[in-house]
């Protein structure tokens, strides 16, 4: 069908395809991150690309609110004994240093002991709409937020101080807290590895919630199994779906949600009118909302 079309509304169009589409024009993606469409042969095209970044920033950032309270409280650790039907109060509230005997040795039994956000050092990589908001919630809870950007802009709500990418190795060692919401280029892939996992924290928390190439999965896995950082939370990985013999779903203290921090009850319907207010726009030759700079990645 696309051999025909002017517009696609997707959020993957292969090479294949591409080649398939002399008449294409437009391509709309229901999605903020458009990472896996910007191939060679999309970037050097005359196709316009346009994205419906900015709909699920609060829903996300409240999703990673969610993830950090979560592993600071031991949530996960309250809902495996529950499935057990064990009372773990002075497992739940034991410093690993206490010596008390965790109920059973499970993915999240070495939960680093319970924190507040309050006072902790939460750093974001990304400030666009996601990281803002998330940098909002992040501060009013009582963290200290500083954050990474690629371009200089005016400051960001909530953001103590906003660094170059050239910091974060000096700025890692700091974090309590470190979340990805930067999206997926070139300059981005793997940007945590094993040498930034190892400047960080003991106690140290990753969440992602951009998409999964920004981390090198196998060092975060190796990171978890050692100790090097305390836990992590990732709703995006390299392969989606996670594969049942992935190796990520037995790693220690890592809690995964299946690529869903971005959806809320009408997402659908918000995606579909942003799509609906821009082909109005294409039919009357108007400038489109949202468009992507396809070499820069975003």
């Known amino acids: 069908m696309i051999a025909g079309a002017d517009v696609v509304f997707s959020g993957n169009v292969r090479p294949d395809q591409l080649a398939l589409a002399p008449r294409l024009r437009w391509i709309h993606s229901p999605a903020a991150g458009v990472g896996n469409m910007l191939y060679p042969e999309m970037v050097a095209s005359p196709v316009v690309m346009t994205n419906s970044r900015g709909l699920s920033a609060h829903t996300i950032a409240e999703h990673i609110l969610a993830l950090v309270l979560a592993l600071f409280r ?18 739940m509230v034991a410093h690993p240093t206490d010596g008390v005997t965790p109920i059973a040795s499970d993915a999240f039994h070495a939960l680093p002991a319970n924190r507040t956000i309050a006072g902790a050092e939460v750093l974001l990589i990304g400030l666009g709409g996601i ?42 060692p ?24 190892a400047l960080m924290k003991p106690a140290a928390v ?86 992507v700079d396809k070499r820069a990645g975003y």
Not at 74 to 83: D, F, G, I, S, T
Not at 254 to 282: C, E, K, M, Y
């Open 174 to 197: 700091q974090a309590d807290v470190l979340v990805l919401t930067a999206p997926q280029t070139a300059d981005t892939h793997h940007l945590i590895g094993a040498p930034e996992l």
């Open 131 to 172: 990281g803002s908001a998330a940098a909002a919630r992040f501060a009013v809870l009582g963290a200290r937020v500083t954050g990474i950007r690629r371009q200089a802009g005016s400051p960001v709500p909530g953001v103590a101080a906003v660094h170059p990418p050239s910091a974060l190795h000096d700025l890692l």
């Open 74 to 91: 031991r949530l996960p650790l309250a809902c495996a004994r529950q499935a057990q039907r064990q009372w773990a109060q002075d497992e």
């Open 206 to 291: 990753v969440v992602n919630v951009s998409r999964g190439a920004l981390i090198d999965e196998e060092a975060l896995a190796d990171a978890l199994e050692q100790g090097t950082i305390g836990a992590a939370a990732l709703d995006v990985f390299r392969d989606e779906p996670l594969r049942p013999d992935h190796r990520m779903w037995t790693v220690p203290n890592l809690l995964i949600t299946p690529h869903s921090a971005g959806f809320r009850s009408d997402h659908w319907q918000a995606v579909i009118d942003v799509f609906a207010d821009n082909l109005r726009r294409f039919e009357h030759g108007q400038p489109l909302r949202n468009v």
